[in-house]
């Protein structure tokens, strides 16, 4: 078992970290570990062995177990070495080593004794000076596996112990006693490792084994040490303490049954006879693995609790099962499972040898349950199924049911349980547990406790299910009130960013918009309602929606913030929100701004890099009601930047808000490949630490602008002559702009709009506008305020056909009123070059 490998272990009684195995230093003692087969041989015989019994490696391995390890009995009280209060500790016989080393061990076991050994030069030489007592504290835990290996013995020098300055015999809290191993490795793979860790830690689960070995390998360290936390089955106290005489008392009487004999009634305590000490036990397990699972909402997490607390404590294999709509956080359909029921099996836990059961039994597969198995039973009663032993027979009848694979190495000559996860009269799903033949095959008793704690994890489950399930919604819920901006606009690059509170749940008020309007501007919106939760989402819904109507109306900054803020008024007293709209006109250079009590913008200057928060009036919060709203100019140039953001991003408790809004200004000026870096740029200088509570959002435009030479324009009288010059003026400048290609549909959509604007203007000059840029453009201006409709014309009507040509052939067209009349518009798409 040692193969050119050095094991070594310790007993810690701190916390230590980087404390080499077998340091006799401070909160460390060097244990030996010796190993036994089924035979009663020592198969494995470590350093710590040799240095605390004197017998070499060579000479033990091989030998009896009970020849290199005579035991002279229990301690007397006499014996000077041992402190005058250890023997008040004793409560009854010490469990003798000899017997765990003869006799088959069911259960873990521990004690204190007098052993013989040879006696040893101070420096660790091979001379024998004689034979000597040595005081030892001795584990003794049960092997259970394929393995020949059937007991692991770990020993300690009561001495050494006695040494860190404890009174062995005041009964220290038995957590700050626990073995932990350490391991000196020369294997040349991960993979090796990986496979012969078990060997020394027995009971380590694949999993388990491999995250220790991952993070050996990265961490570069050659020791592995075990938290003093991390439980064993036995941790007895100095002197052996009164628990731990009654451990030792109820696993000789677990032994007296097992053999079939009577139980001496000196093993029971005051009159407790072994039934109750057994359900204390298992009241005990079950107390314990409800506090390990359910540490988060995280369903992920917790089916990984679940399995990790019963193997290999309570079980060798783990096997959980889930449906599909737990996974998927949705609703059950009524009525019980059946066989159309899809499963999906979630977990596997098992202290089998690495892989063997990853290609028949994989994690993540999705399955029907066949109908004439344990497991369907199971699910469809949601009862717990006992099979205590299954032979070849059955294993060969569940097997067949399971096509294209073959189950019956996994099944056959174990036990196995199956308990329902069930939750508020619904199965959730179910775990598959089994015993190796090794160990006691389940019973009754199991059967309750196994039910027990599936209904305990059954209800964490599905509390980690409803809440998966609300945070579906509630991100579905965001994801549809938050739009889908484009990228481009005519004149501008846009780039969006929304990150959801972290401590007050995942829906909020915060949001962004961006509207196209007439003459190829463009609205930019920031808003945040004040307060969290759906009813904010919900409001936040409805203002979105006001704002998008009010703006494709083209209503100024300021009046459309004055209809907002009465329609808040109207929705009910607690509807507030702050409000940042801004008009940017890629033609003219210029925004056009107005602001309801939020966060002033940046703007980021193309030339110099240099950044400025723009003073606006700040206003008042949209619903407060009384307060009027200004709206101010700021002229810009090609590549500038706009930067608008919710308070979420640059209020921070402890923080001074003009020391974050400094900071704000600066990361926006930092350089950028592109403008979704730059977005990511200022989320990470101002989300510098966690628990962030409030959402956040944040837009970003970069104002390209449009060139003088890409804008074209008319003014037409009012006379239908003039249709004709529109078509003309309308191709010559295509074919000057190398647009040919467009000039046919462009002059005649063109010359639709401009008969309309002649037929019902009311005597003022029609405007007639191309403008090229990302789409070819064309809007035709007039002094009649009311907007076209699109009708359906009959073969005799005279009219109702020009809106229904431009409809069909234009990319997009649209309507709006203007301080003057109306615009009505189209686009085109440009040809690719």
């Known amino acids: 078992m040692d193969r050119g490998t050095d094991r070594d272990a310790s007993l810690g009684r701190g916390t230590g970290d980087g404390a080499a195995a077998g340091a006799a230093e401070a909160g ?84 204190r004794a007098r052993l013989s050994v040879p006696g040893r030069e101070p420096d660790g030489g091979a001379e024998d000076v004689g034979r000597a007592r040595a005081d030892v504290l001795w584990w003794a835990y049960p092997l259970a596996g394929p393995g020949r290996e059937r007991l692991l013995v770990l020993a300690a020098d009561a001495a050494a112990v006695g040494d860190e300055g404890e009174d062995p015999g005041a009964g220290a809290p038995c957590e700050r006693v626990v073995p932990a191993f350490a391991l000196h490795t020369d294997f040349p793979g991960a993979e090796e490792l990986a496979r012969r860790l078990p060997e020394i830690l027995p009971g380590t689960s694949v999993r388990e084994s491999a995250r220790i070995v991952a993070q050996v390998l990265e961490l570069g360290y050659p020791v592995l040490e075990f938290s003093r936390n991390e439980r064993v089955p036995v941790t007895p106290d100095w002197g052996v303490s009164r628990r731990a005489g009654r451990l030792a008392r109820r696993q000789r009487a677990a032994r007296a049954l097992a053999a079939g004999e009577p139980v001496p009634r000196d093993l029971l305590d005051d009159g407790e006879d072994l039934e109750y000490a057994a359900v204390r036990e298992r009241l005990e397990f079950l107390n314990e693995v409800s506090g390990r699972i359910g540490t988060s909402l995280d369903l992920s997490r917790t089916i990984d609790e679940v399995s990790t607390a019963v193997v290999p404590r309570f079980t060798d294999v783990a096997c959980t099962y889930l449906r599909e709509q737990v996974v998927a956080g949705e609703g059950f359909p009524e009525g019980a499972p059946d066989a159309t029921t899809l499963w999906h099996r979630v977990a596997l836990e098992h202290t089998d040898e690495p892989g063997r059961w990853d290609d028949t039994v994989p994690v993540g597969e999705s399955l029907q349950i066949p109908a004439h198995t344990p497991f369907f039973q199971c699910m469809t009663t949601g009862e717990p199924i006992l099979v205590p032993h299954i032979g070849e027979e059955m294993g060969q009848a569940i097997a067949e049911q399971f096509e294209k694979r073959d189950m019956r190495p996994f099944l056959t000559h174990r036990s196995m349980l199956i308990v329902p996860l069930k939750a508020r009269n619904v199965v959730l799903g179910f775990m598959v547990l089994l015993r190796h033949p090794e160990r006691p095959e389940f019973n009754d008793m199991d059967r309750v406790t196994g039910a027990e704690l599936a209904a305990r994890a059954a209800l964490v489950l599905d509390n980690a299910r409803m809440y998966t399930h609300q945070e579906s919604v509630a991100e579905t819920l965001q994801d549809s009130m938050l739009p889908h901006i484009p990228p481009h606009r005519a004149g501008c690059d846009i780039a969006t960013r929304y990150l959801p509170g972290t401590l007050l749940g995942r829906v909020g008020g915060d949001w962004f918009d961006s509207v196209k309007l007439p003459g190829a501007r463009t609205a930019l919106v920031v808003g945040d309602v004040m307060g969290h939760g759906l009813n904010s989402a919900a409001m936040m819904g409805q203002l979105r929606t006001a704002v998008q109507t009010m703006a494709a109306l083209d209503l100024p900054p300021a009046r459309l913030l004055r209809n907002l803020d009465d329609l808040a008024q109207r929705l009910g007293d607690s509807y507030l929100a702050t409000c940042l709209y801004a008009v940017y006109d890629p033609i003219a250079g210029e925004l056009h701004l107005a602001n309801a009590g939020h966060i002033p913008p940046v703007l980021v200057r193309a030339g110099d890099g240099r950044s400025e928060l723009l003073g606006l009036p700040t206003g008042a919060p949209v619903g407060v009601g009384g307060v009027p709203f200004e709206a101010v100019r700021v002229r810009v140039r090609p590549g500038d930047r706009l930067v608008m953001c919710t308070d979420g991003l640059v209020e921070m408790r402890g923080e001074d808000i003009g020391v974050r809004l400094a900071a704000l200004c600066e990361s926006a000026a930092h350089p950028a490949a592109s403008m979704d870096d730059a977005c990511d740029t200022i989320i990470r200088a101002l989300n510098t630490r966690g628990g962030r509570k409030d959402d956040v959002a944040l837009l970003m435009a970069r104002l390209n602008g449009i060139a003088p030479d890409d804008v074209a324009e008319w003014r037409l009288a009012r006379d239908p002559a003039e249709v004709r010059r529109a078509r003309a003026v309308v191709r010559e400048r295509l074919h000057a702009w190398q647009l040919a290609g467009l000039a046919d549909q462009a002059e005649l959509l063109a010359g639709e709009l401009v008969t309309n604007a002649v037929r019902h203007s009311r005597g003022g000059p029609v405007a007639l506008r191309l403008v090229r840029g990302d789409t070819l453009l064309c809007e035709v201006d007039d002094d009649d305020h009311d907007l076209p409709t699109l009708l359906s014309a009959g073969p005799g009507d005279e009219s109702g056909r020009g809106l229904r040509v431009v409809s069909t052939l234009a990319r997009e067209w649209g309507a709006s009123r203007t301080a003057t009349g109306k615009s009505v518009w189209f686009e085109l798409t440009l040809p690719r070059r």
């Not at 000899?98 to 006799?103: A, K, V």
Request: hydrophobic share 45%; net charge negative.
């Open 28 to 111: 460390r003692v060097p244990l030996a570990v010796v190993v036994v087969d089924r035979d009663g041989l020592v198969s494995h015989w470590s350093r710590g062995a040799w240095r605390l019994f004197g017998i070499a490696k060579d000479e033990a391995i091989g030998r009896p177990a009970a020849d290199l390890l005579p035991v002279s009995g229990a301690l007397p009280e006499e014996d000077g070495d041992l402190p005058d209060e250890a023997p008040s500790a004793w409560d009854g016989p010490v469990p003798a080593l000899e017997s765990s080393l003869d006799g088959p061990l069911p259960y873990p076991a521990a004690g």
